[in-house]
């Protein structure tokens, strides 16, 4: 994904998860891009992303609404990928690491090094952010080598922030953004750590841990605007 499209995505979201456009409210392709004076194909491929993580819902033909959602949705998808994602880091210790597999976990890690050393962060940071999350989680899954989790993590993955790659970033409170990004790489430090260790249930633990985050501060600040959720 381009960086102008994430960020499009990013401003969608963030315009959802904020309460500035309601649930039920309907979007279409065309007045959305106008609103964002962007062209529409971005919005396209953002509107469609935003539906897979079930933040919006399809009206057939005529484009989408804003869903209603509440905090136990949030919170039962965000279990159920905390439980998937750290049976994989367990079973893919449990397996054996090739050193493809550590190469590029430390990959990933030496990227987001760069990224966060400078203390700071922006809305381009945070695309290639998303990239190496994406990336690193990936990883994971497929180290483990157990067929079952990806199909099933893809099931659970059109409730609202339940998959990783679903990153809201705000870009009114950088200095935060910066603490939490941070955070959650050096969590991905920390799992690592322990697969190289051949600590499966510590790397396990770490992985459901770091899943948990997205309650955490989707907790604080996102259902505050939702009038349907319940808080």
């Known amino acids: 994904m381009s960086q102008a499209s994430h960020k499009i995505l990013n401003t969608l979201r963030q315009m959802i998860v904020s309460g500035a456009l309601a649930p039920g409210m309907k979007l279409a ?3 959305t891009a106008e609103m964002l004076g962007v062209s529409r194909t971005p919005v396209r491929s953002a509107l469609a992303t935003l539906a897979q993580e079930g933040l919006l819902e399809r009206i057939h033909q005529r484009g989408f609404h804003v869903r209603r959602i509440s905090k136990e949705e949030l919170v039962g998808a965000v279990e159920v990928r905390s439980v998937l994602e750290g049976l994989a880091a367990r079973q893919a210790v449990e397996r054996g690491l090739s050193n493809a597999v550590l190469e590029t976990l430390q990959s990933c890690l030496d990227v987001g090094d760069q990224l966060f ?3 700071h962060i922006n809305e381009e940071d945070i695309a290639h952010y998303h990239d190496i999350n994406k990336r690193f989680h990936a990883t994971i899954i ?3 080598g157990n067929p079952a ?3 099933a993590l ?3 993955e059109h409730l609202p ?3 990783p790659n679903a990153i809201r970033f705000d870009k009114n409170a950088l200095d935060r953004e910066f603490q939490r990004f ?3 790489h050096q969590q991905h430090h920390t799992v690592v750590d322990a697969m190289r260790r051949g600590q499966g249930a510590r790397a396990e633990a770490l992985m ?3 899943a948990y985050v997205t309650i955490r501060y989707v907790d604080v600040d996102d259902f505050a605007n939702f009038p349907d959720t319940i808080k």
């Open 29 to 31: 392709e065309i007045p």
């Open 117 to 119: 050393a400078k203390g």
């Open 142 to 144: 497929s180290a483990s």
């Open 149 to 151: 989790i990806e199909p």
């Open 154 to 156: 893809a099931r659970n």
């Open 161 to 163: 922030f339940a998959s």
């Open 182 to 184: 941070a955070f959650a």
């Open 208 to 210: 459901r841990e770091h």
